[in-house]
Each structure stands twice: as structure tokens, then as C-alpha cells.
């Protein structure tokens, strides 16, 4: 092979990472969340990591993952100015340790990319005009193979007896790949939904569920499990921007407003819109959000009193507590489903006949559903029977895991399947799934 020709590259491990630290020169990064991989490049294995934390990054406060290849920061990621619509990130591509202009030759491997100009991408202070990736931020073999071809240019792949660096040691670990099925078993429906719901258990198992870790900001989680109705505002928000962003929404607001008062909001229409569309904008829906939040805090007013926990209070069944969320404006079948779900799981609020609940008809759990061939078509009615007739104890607890899947490995362009952990189970239908889109 010529030193030039980019290298093959073959994804085999993937292993989902909890919060880590990373020290630089200057100062120690702390990353939320990632994923460590093995992968062989040219028939030698490599060790990658990713981490995705958040820091001051081009006059602002971003999304900024690192990725290290054989414990060397390799690349880092910078989010998009459109993330909101995009959930993107772009990196710097090099020659060496240059940058490469518009209008230069890309260097070899880069042409599956989308490259765009990083100062284009993000605008601020010394954003440089130099081409760089654009890659989603679960892009998993796409950050891989970025990180290796820089590695590969960079000379740190030669050698397969290179000791490795010793990375900071891990917090906690995410889920296991699914148990490994026998060869009939792929395409069994009860076999794929076993896999889902042992997904779904090892995701359950942490000190509080996943969703309430959905900001990487502890006081807006905290404050998500405390106050109610940041809660209910939390899923009226979810809807349109990523699930970090709608999650962060009440914690933002309260900063802005001074306070998270039902019936205040219920009278300050005014002010909630101007809360909301300030820049930076809390909400891309900047007429809708506001108008659903006032709204909602007028029936929180009307009909508990001012006191959104009422919503779930008396240990309502799983269909009733979803009646009573449906009634809130701006909430629908999908996010009633999700919210009685996580009340559940993660906040401990009794909920009785689980056997009532449902998974949410999003756009993540339609795609896994008909890749797995878990439901044969993309209706709402259909995909929650499905649930039903394989989970009938708890139907809903497809629901976690599905969107995982679907959030992490089965992107709507190219899936992970190598490192998905439904991989060894999935009949893999990828072009049935090819006009979900939308949520
Ligand atoms: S990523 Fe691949 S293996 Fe995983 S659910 Fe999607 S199609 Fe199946």
C-alpha cells in the first residue's frame, strides 16, 4: 500500500463511557459522557476514546469533544452553530499540522466527509476559514475514522507493540452489548425485544435513569427532579432541538425569569416570550413554546392547584397519568408516553398497571423498530401493539432503549451497526426506515 492511500478502517468494539476527566497542560476537562472503541486499521488494532463535555470554545460556551487515538488527543469537535437543527460538530482537517483552505485538494479518506468552513460553521472570535468535518455528535464511525486518518498522517499508527498511554481511570461505564445470539435467532422478534429490555435494565441501573442526566448541567438536573413543574416544561420543550437543549430549557428560564412559578407564568405571557427568545434563544419553536408554557401553567393553575406534582400524585395508572399529561398543550402520544416512563423509572413517582404504559411514537424508536423489523410499518397505532404483544407486563420499557439505539448506533444516514448492541440479533432492514425523518 502507498504511505498516501487512506487506510482501511474497521470498527469491532464499542463500549459506551460515563462522566471522565482529562488533564491538559494547562487545566483539567471534564468530559459528561463517550465511548471507547477498538478498531483495526490496516490489520493493526487501535484504542480509541471520545469524550463530549463542554467548555469556551470560539466566544462561546460549546459542545467540545476530544477524541484520542492510542491515549493521544487526536481531534477535537467544536459544536455547530446550527446544532439546534443539525446535532453536528465540526473538526479541523489537516495536512500535517496545517490547515487545509478552500479550494485546496482534501487530503486521502476525506471525500465520504460533508466538509464545510469551519468559520461558516461557527462564527466567533478566530474561527479560522479552514475546511473541516461536519459530523453528528453520535456519529460513532465517522468520529472514528476522522481521528484515525489524522493519526494516520500524523505517524501514530506504525506500530501495534507500542505501549499504550494510560487513560484516566472511568467513573462509570455504559451498556454492555447485547448477549450474543445464535445465527436462527437473528430476525426473532422475541429475541430482539429480550435484547432491548436487557439494554434497557443495564441503562435503568444507575444512581438516578439516563433522562435526568440529559443536561450535562448537575444544577438543571437537580433541578428537573425537584421542581415539577421544570419538569412538565422539560417535556413540553422536548420537541424540535436535541434532548440536552429542551432538557436545559427550565433551569435557563428560571435564570432569566427569577423563578419557576406556575402562577406567575400563568399571567406573564409577555415576559415568558421574551424569556424564551432572548439570545440566545431557549427554543427554536419561539412563538409555540411560550405560548404552550403559559398555557400549561394556566391548567397547572386551574385544575392542581399550582402545583404541577399533583399531576401524578395518587399513584394514577400509566394510562390515566398519560390522559392527564395529553391535556397539557404541546404535549402529545409521544411525549406523555416518555414522560410517564421516566416518572416512573427515574423519579421514583408510584405509577400503578404498568401493563397500561406505552412506548413513544418518536423518531428514534420508529427507525429501530423497522430496521429490527419490529414493526412492519411506520403508524403510531401499530409500532405501540407491537410494544404491546412483546412487552404486555410493561410495554413501555421498550421505549428507553429503543431511542437509545436509535439516539446512539442507528442514525437516520449511516447506522453503527458493527458496535450497535443489537448487532448480532438485527436483521439489519436499513432501507425500511429510510423516510423516517421526523419526529
Ligand atoms: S444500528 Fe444496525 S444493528 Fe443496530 S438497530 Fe440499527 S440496523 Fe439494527
Redesign the pocket.
Known sequence: MDGNDPPTIRLVQMQALGPFSWRWPEDVEHFDRGWSADAIVDGLEVRLRHGIGRREVYGRSRLHSVTWVEGQPTVEGVEADDFGASEALVSLIKAGKRHIRPGEPLPGGYGVFNVVVLAEAVAGPYSPRSLAVKLRLDDIEGWTRHALLRAKAWGRLGSSTRSRVQLAPLIAGGPAPATAATADAVGSRRVIAASLLELGASLSSTDHGPALDFTPNPEANELLQTDAFAFLIAVICDQGIVAERAWLVPFLLRARLGHLDPAQFAISEDDVRKAVQTPPMLHRYVEKVPRWLVQAAQLVVRRYGGDASRIWSGSPSADELRRRLDEFPGIGQKKAAMAVEILERDMGVPVSRLDRSDVAYDVHLR??FL??RLADRDEQDHMIQVARGLNPDRPGALDLPAWY??RT???AGL???SV????N??????ER?ARVVSG
Not at 420 to 423: E, F, M, V
Not at 425 to 430: A, G, Q, T
Open positions: 427507525r429501530v430496521r429490527t439505539v436509535g448506533w442507528c442514525h447506522p453503527a451497526c450497535c448492541p443489537l448487532t440479533v438485527c436483521p439489519k432492514d436499513i426506515a
